[in-house]
């Protein structure tokens, strides 16, 4: 059985940077990663990447070809790589033996609410090759700072729960940043936990362009608090005590702690005496310093 996690979100959410971070930080604990690029319009990554769509199909091409604009352009990608999903399940499977996957997906929300196609290529994965997968949708923490901007995240990650149909995970990315776009009107718990969310409409009236729909934002807070099934966990991917909590979190909804959880104990123990302040870009270093000094204290045995 193969572990990983779909990394989706909005533009900007930082899902190429997290799974850059999440990569290095897996490897700091000993597994072996492999991060899956299905995102046609990311020219343009940090990390090493096992499998890239632009090998099947470039947006610019399509974009050009068929006279499509962006958002046009990556929901034909998604309709070809669903068509032409034999092409990356022959790709995944000589990583399927020892590694743990990271998807990549593309900004565009209406993939995941609106089209079927990124659904379909995601669960025919899961049938064909017997993965156990995690959704980790990414919203930045900023949209705290605006009412009307956070119950608009909300609609969007119970839109992406409901119609993904997976272990889902919601997390307010670049939590380190919030306080820098603003004092936040409640504590940081009533943003993570969704609590009453009655509390936002006197904020929500004080702007003029959300006053007019008070009636509708109200009973969009009620669907909300009706299915409560949202909440949030906060993520700074340059923390490593953040992104390990996350880890944990993550195991538990798609089985690995319960697979490997002698080996999931061993894999934490390997950091849990190191400084906390972790800084992902610097990972690589450690991970390299880590294996010397296990093959020096090895050598002193």
Not at 104 to 126: C, R, T, W, Y
Not at 260 to 266: E, L, R, T
Not at 285 to 295: G, I, L, N, P, S
């Amino acid at each position: 059985m193969v572990f990983g996690q779909v990394v989706i979100g909005p533009p900007g959410s930082g899902k190429t940077t997290y799974c850059n971070g999440m990569s290095q930080f897996l490897k700091l604990i000993g597994r072996k990663v492999a991060v899956i690029n299905l995102d046609p319009a990311n020219d343009s990554l940090p990390y090493e990447c096992a499998i890239n769509i632009e090998d099947l199909i470039k947006l610019s091409d399509v974009m050009t070809e068929h006279s499509l604009g962006p958002n046009g352009g990556l929901v034909y990608c998604m309709d070809y790589l669903e068509k032409n999903i034999d092409w990356l399940q022959s790709k995944l499977e000589p990583l399927l033996k020892d590694h743990y996957l990271l998807f990549d997906f593309p900004g565009q929300v209406e993939l995941f609410f609106l089209h079927s196609n990124a659904k379909n290529v995601v669960m025919k994965l899961i049938k064909k090759l017997n993965l156990r997968l995690t959704a980790v949708h990414l919203v930045d923490a900023h949209l705290c700072s605006d009412p009307a901007k956070y119950v608009s995240a909300l609609i969007l990650s119970l839109s992406t729960m409901l119609h993904l149909e997976l272990p889902h995970i919601n997390i307010l990315s670049k939590i380190d940043l919030i306080e820098s776009y603003g004092k936040l009107s409640f504590n940081l718990d009533f943003y993570t936990d969704v609590q009453d969310l009655s509390y936002l409409q006197h904020h929500l009236d004080q702007d003029p362009r959300s006053a007019k729909f008070r009636k509708l934002t109200k009973e969009l807070c009620d669907v909300i608090e009706d299915f409560s099934i949202v909440n949030f966990t906060t993520l700074d991917i340059q923390d490593k005590e953040s992104v390990g909590n996350l880890v944990k979190l993550i195991d538990k909804s798609n089985g690995y702690i319960f697979a490997g959880i002698d080996a999931s104990a061993v894999e934490f123990s390997k950091i849990a005496v190191r400084q906390v302040d972790w800084d992902y870009y610097r990972a690589a270093a450690v991970q390299e310093k880590y294996m010397k000094d296990d093959e020096d204290f090895n050598n002193d045995d």
